[in-house]
């Protein structure tokens, strides 16, 4: 018994804002961003918020798979973008498409969370029958557009999958890590003590992002390929036998230096960071859905899923789709 990924689906934002359109309002250049993210453009909600985003997804799911929403038990949001701290969006979720039977909340572990998600949805479904598990992010709430350095990384969208209880179990094996001492070098909505009894005495209110982006960078170089590594060993897999390797679209040339860590071949790194940036959460799914619908991805084929980022956490699993 154990958990399939019975639909995918993803939904972006329409607007799209090109490098070059970023270079109206920062010091920047496509050229800079090209070379050293793989970044063309990213898709920005409009007045679309978090939920609207993953309504949309947990919408698609139930109509590819004619499910009746009413079926669903659960539904897990993955987000560090939240409409609000409460309610839920996977609560917001759960009203607008009338799950009534399913309990919903969210998660957050930044670029890992849609992978702690399927994670936690695995062991849900030892009670329940099918669930949904939606990453969604709306960052542009987060991002400085005043600062370069963050500002051109990222972008807003969805991506989710219908998971059911399945005689077959698909997820083979899981490697969930967090790494808080390290938690500094990337933050995002810092929530300030703010009341009569308990004013805030933090310097700085860090609302937008900030990171460190070497420390980060050589975080993931260093703990995602261990990650990955760890989750093969369990699963009594080669790295041969892997034939897609489904990594959060944190930043081109960190896919490039991952794959050479572990000696695998690019091509086996599914990429579509040009065309979305980085979307936290929402990016493996994303990209696991494009893959599915242009036939790369086929049943039984054996992934490799992985997350890293915020929290600092590092997270994979290794599913037969
Ligand atoms: C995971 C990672 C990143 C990330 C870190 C560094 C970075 C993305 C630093 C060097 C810079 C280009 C950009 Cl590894 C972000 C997240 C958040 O989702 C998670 N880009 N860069 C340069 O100067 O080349």
């Known amino acids: 018994m154990g958990l399939k990924i019975t639909q995918t689906a993803h939904y972006v934002p329409p607007k799209v804002v090109t490098n070059d359109d970023l270079t ?5 250049s496509d050229e800079w961003i090209s070379s050293r993210t793989g970044i063309k453009q ?13 309504v949309k997804v947990a919408n698609h799911l139930l109509e590819k798979a004619n499910c009746p929403a009413e079926q669903i038990d659960f539904i897990i949001v993955a987000t560090m973008s939240p409409d609000y701290l409460t309610p839920a969006t996977a609560a917001i979720v759960q009203g607008k498409i009338g799950a009534k039977n399913a309990l919903a909340f969210d998660i ?16 849900l479904l030892t009670t329940y029958q099918r669930g949904i598990v939606i990453g969604a992010e709306v960052l542009s709430k987060l991002v400085d557009w005043q600062e370069r350095s963050t500002a051109v990384l990222f972008g807003d969208g969805a991506g989710g999958v219908l998971v059911e209880q399945s005689p077959q ?3 083979i094996a899981e490697d969930l890590t967090a790494y808080g001492q390290d938690g500094q070098t990337l933050t995002a909505g810092y929530q300030p003590l703010d009341s009569a009894f308990n004013q805030d005495q933090t310097a700085v209110h860090k609302h937008y992002f900030e990171m ?11 703990e995602v ?4 590594e760890r989750t093969l060993t369990k699963s009594k897999w080669q790295l041969n036998d ?5 990594l959060h679209q944190a930043n081109g040339r960190i896919l490039t230096s991952i794959a050479h860590h572990l000696g695998v071949a690019e091509e086996k790194f599914l990429s579509n960071v040009a065309k979305y940036g980085n979307t936290s959460a929402a990016s493996v799914p994303l990209l696991l859905d494009e893959a599915v619908t242009a036939g790369n991805i086929k049943s039984r084929q054996k992934l490799i899923l992985s997350g890293f980022g915020g929290g600092l956490t590092a997270a994979t699993v290794a599913i037969i789709f």
């Open 242 to 246: 892997v034939d897609w390797f489904i």
């Open 225 to 228: 390929p261990a990650s990955i």
């Open 42 to 54: 990213r898709h920005l909600a409009q007045g679309e918020q978090t939920s609207d985003l993953a």
């Open 24 to 28: 109206t309002m920062m010091d920047t």
């Open 108 to 123: 957050n572990a930044a670029c890992s969370g849609f992978i702690y998600a399927l994670a936690l949805a695995d062991k």
């Open 169 to 171: 179990q698909s997820l």
């Open 212 to 222: 460190d982006g070497r420390a980060v960078y050589r975080f993931a170089t260093h």
